[in-house]
């Protein structure tokens, strides 16, 4: 099968790409390298006569025809403006790369005769402030995001489904929990686990932001790939839920990684940040239904995969 990714040498994008490539499938990838690296495809970079990649801003008309030439059956929509806080600060910015960029990848796929796209939804920002009594969150719950980042996820799910309508261009949208494993960056805000991860293992201490209750759910990358391989052929027109159901409080993470790196120090607690959420969870009932999928990877072991992989590139 051909298949197109955007935001290929991203933390989940490079490793769906090499899931991809492993079942023998033709990758390209669409990527700025704005955050992602190519580093990430190095394995992939390998398979030359199956793997393509185009550097280029999703913001540009141009990646329409790039898209449509390259003929893609499936597109994977993942490449984002992916910071939460950037957007509250530049809104417009995150809007022309998360809705507009989004517009010409569905363009794109549209020209191409695409029969797919699968995307990279967000789980812990379309829905909002959840009541702690709807928790794990099902995909009928209203979406009120509270971050310019929410909105332009949302509204894209809104454009998935008109394109459906009017073009016959079948989607599924994946709302992801907190993805952690390896390749995600350690400076990025959203990946709590390699912050701790790359503290631990130099023996710097680790900030907790709050008193360290709040609870996420957090979901490991190749679970999550798994996902998005269904997704290629199942789950059609819907909004699906990918977490895991389970809440781990930010004290019971850092518990079980710093046991996993041999520390024993407490962690520093500061200031909650305004606006953060106390409790995220999604229920993951519809992609067991609808895509035959369940997160088979536990915390321990998820956890215990990125500090190996952290220590390998320390060492
Ligand atoms: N990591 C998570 O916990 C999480 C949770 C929910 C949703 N998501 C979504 O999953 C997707 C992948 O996230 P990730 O964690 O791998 O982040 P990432 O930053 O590692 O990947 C995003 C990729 O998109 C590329 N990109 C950014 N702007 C671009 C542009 N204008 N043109 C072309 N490429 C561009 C980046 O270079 C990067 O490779 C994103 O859509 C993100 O919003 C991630």
């Known amino acids: 099968m051909n298949t197109l990714v955007t935001g290929g040498a991203g933390f989940i994008g490079s490793t769906l790409v090499d899931r991809l490539l492993a ?6 990838v669409i990527d700025d390298l704005s955050t992602g690296s190519l580093a990430n495809l190095t394995e992939a970079r390998r398979a030359t006569k199956e793997f393509t990649f185009h550097h280029a801003d999703l913001r540009s008309p141009d990646v329409v025809d790039l898209i449509a030439r390259r003929r893609p059956e499936v597109v994977f929509h993942l490449a984002a403006q992916a910071d939460v806080r950037v957007s509250v600060a530049r809104p417009a ?4 790369v998360n809705v507009v960029g989004s517009l010409h990848v569905l363009e794109g796929a549209r020209s191409a005769g695409a029969a797919k796209i699968v995307f990279a939804s967000s789980g812990g920002t379309i829905y909002g402030a959840v009541e702690p009594s709807h928790l794990p969150v099902k995909e009928s719950h209203p979406q009120r995001p509270l971050s310019p980042y929410g909105v332009a996820k949302k509204v894209v799910g809104d454009y998935l489904y008109v394109y459906r309508e009017l073009h ?7 709302a992801l929990a907190n993805v952690f494993g390896p390749r995600q960056d350690p400076f990025g805000e ?6 701790f991860a790359a503290n631990l293992l130099e023996r710097r201490p680790c900030t ?3 008193d360290g209750a709040q609870t996420r759910d957090f979901v490991y990358v190749d679970d999550v790939v798994d996902a998005f391989a269904r997704a290629a052929t199942r789950g059609s027109g819907l909004l699906v839920n990918i977490g895991t159901g389970v809440e781990t409080s930010v004290n019971d993470l850092y518990a079980t990684m710093a046991s996993a790196a041999g520390v024993t120090a407490r962690p520093k607690y500061a200031p909650a940040r305004a606006g953060e959420l106390l409790r995220s969870a999604l229920d993951p009932g519809r992609a067991a239904i609808h895509l035959g999928w369940k997160p088979w990877t536990s915390i321990e072991e998820g956890t215990a995969a990125a500090l190996r992989w952290f220590r390998s590139r320390s060492g």
């Open 23 to 28: 079942e023998g499938h033709h990758v390209d």
């Open 93 to 96: 910015f995150d809007a022309e």
């Open 168 to 174: 016959e261009l079948e989607f599924t949208a994946l």
């Open 190 to 195: 959203a990946g709590v686990v390699s912050i």
């Open 208 to 210: 907790i932001y709050g």
